[in-house]
C-alpha cells in the first residue's frame, strides 16, 4: 500500500526530518492514520538531537487539501465525544521543539494553509494558494489559526482569510507576512530542505531558546487551541455541516 506520510531523512541534508503528504491522488487530503503518523514523525523528531529541523512537503502542485472530507463526515455520523482526528496532530505542531518549514507548491486549504501558521519559515511557489473555507463549509478555525494569523497578518486579513475563506495567492500571503519566500515551482523542495540543513548548522540550544522567545508561550496558543476544538467539534456535527460535507461527496 502506498504511503501517504512518508518520514524521511537524507544524506544531502542532514539534521532535517522531511514530513511528506503523499496522496496525490486525493490531493493530499489528511485522514486520520495520516495525522498519527506526522504526530508520532513530530514526537521521534522531539526525542532525537540528530533532528535539527523538520521539513513539511508536498507533491508536484498540491500541498494539501487539508481534512479528508470522508473522514469528517465519519466523525458526525459517529457521535463520538472525542475531538476529530487532527486535535492530536495539531497540539503536536505547537508543541514541536524543532524549528518547522514548509514547502508549499500548489494548493494549501484549510489545515494545508493554518498548518504554516506553525512553521518558522514558509517557502511556496508563486502558483500557490492558501485558502481556508471553514465557514463555507459551517466549521469554524482550527489549529490556533484565530489567536495566531491576526497575530501574524493582522486582523482584516485574517478575518479574510479565516472567516470570509479568501484565496491568498503566493505573492499576497508573502505580502501578507504569512509566509517567508516564493520561488519557482521547481526550487520550492531545494530551498526548504536548504534552509532545514542551514538551521541545523546552528548552536541547536541557542536556536531553540531564540525560536521559543520569537514564538511566545505555547499555553495561550494551546488553550484556543482547545476553545476552537469545542467549537469545531461540535460544528463538525451540525446539519449545516453535514449538508456541506454530502454537497462536496456528491459534485
Ligand atoms: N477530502 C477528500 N477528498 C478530497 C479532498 C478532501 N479534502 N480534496 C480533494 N479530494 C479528492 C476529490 O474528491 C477527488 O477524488 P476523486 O478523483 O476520487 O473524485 C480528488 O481528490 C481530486 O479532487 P478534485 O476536486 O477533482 O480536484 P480539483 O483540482 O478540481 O479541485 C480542490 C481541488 C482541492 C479545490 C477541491 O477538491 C476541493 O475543494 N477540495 C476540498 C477542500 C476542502 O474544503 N478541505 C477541507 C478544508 S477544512
Not at 76 to 96: D, H, R, V
Not at 217 to 246: N, W
Amino acid at each position: 500500500m502506498t504511503e501517504h506520510i512518508i518520514v524521511e531523512r537524507t544524506a544531502a541534508h542532514p539534521g532535517v526530518l522531511i514530513i511528506r503528504f503523499n496522496r496525490p491522488e486525493k490531493k493530499n487530503a489528511i485522514t486520520a492514520a495520516m495525522y498519527q503518523r506526522m504526530t508520532s514523525a513530530l514526537e521521534e523528531a522531539n526525542a532525537d538531537d540528530e533532528v535539527k529541523a523538520v521539513v513539511f512537503l508536498g507533491t508536484e502542485g498540491c500541498f494539501s487539501a487539508g481534512n479528508d472530507m470522508g473522514d469528517f463526515i465519519g466523525y458526525a455520523m459517529s457521535g463520538s465525544s472525542e475531538p476529530p482526528a487532527g486535535a492530536i496532530f495539531i497540539k503536536a505542531l505547537a508543541l514541536s521543539q524543532k524549528p518547522l518549514i514548509s514547502g508549499v507548491d500548489g494548493l494549501a486549504i484549510g489545515i494545508g494553509t493554518t498548518l504554516n501558521l506553525h512553521c518558522d519559515l514558509t517557502v511556496a511557489s508563486g502558483r500557490s494558494v492558501f485558502k481556508t473555507p471553514f465557514v463555507d463549509l459551517a466549521l469554524v478555525p482550527e489549529a490556533g489559526s484565530s489567536l495566531l494569523a491576526p497575530r501574524v497578518i493582522g486582523h482584516q486579513r485574517a478575518f479574510a482569510l479565516l472567516a470570509a475563506g479568501e484565496g491568498f495567492s503566493a505573492d499576497y500571503a508573502l505580502n501578507a507576512g504569512l509566509i517567508w519566500k516564493v520561488v519557482g515551482p521547481n526550487e520550492v523542495e531545494m530551498e526548504a530542505l536548504a534552509l532545514g540543513a542551514e538551521l541545523a548548522k546552528k548552536p541547536p540550544q541557542a536556536l531553540q531558546i531564540a525560536r521559543d522567545l520569537v514564538r511566545g508561550p505555547r499555553d495561550e496558543v494551546l488553550a484556543r487551541i482547545d476553545e476552537e476544538l469545542v467549537h469545531f467539534s461540535a460544528r463538525l456535527k451540525s446539519a449545516e455541516a453535514r449538508a456541506a460535507f454530502e454537497a462536496f461527496m456528491r459534485r
